[in-house]
């Protein structure tokens, strides 16, 4: 069992910053990747971010390319998105998620997941 726990989403205006991060717990001797997801209202989740157990591997959705940055502390059990340059359209549930077997690049393929935080950019 993986544990995960969200934090620092909040109402931030279009062009600011925040930082999610995500607490794992339980399950941490394993080495697994980490993804970061979003739901808008009505929509389906999709894939933001994606990090391999070491960190030397990264994966974006071409929408935060160059905005999104994930990181991870392994030391710390820690995985963090840095949100730059926030659009109304970031707007939505991000949730943090492990992947035991893959690339933690799909939806379907996540074993874990956390309970989300909300982030809603204002125009």
């Known amino acids: 069992q993986v544990q995960l726990v969200e934090s620092g989403g909040g109402l931030v205006q279009a062009g600011g910053s925040l930082r999610l991060s995500c607490a794992a717990s339980?399950?941490?001797?394993?080495?697994?990747?980490l993804g970061w997801f979003r739901q808008a209202p009505g929509k389906e989740r999709e894939f933001v971010a994606a990090?391999?157990?070491?960190?030397?591997?990264?994966y974006y959705a071409d929408s935060v390319k160059g905005r999104f940055t994930i990181s991870r502390d392994n030391a710390k059990n820690m995985v963090y998105l840095q949100m730059n340059s926030l659009k109304p359209e970031d707007t939505a549930v991000y949730y943090c998620a492990a992947d035991l077997s893959g690339w933690g690049r799909r939806v379907d393929g996540m074993d874990y997941w956390g309970k989300g935080t909300l982030v809603t950019v204002s125009s």
């Open positions: 990090i391999s157990w070491s960190g030397g591997n990264t």
């Open positions: 339980g399950r941490t001797y394993s080495r697994y990747a």
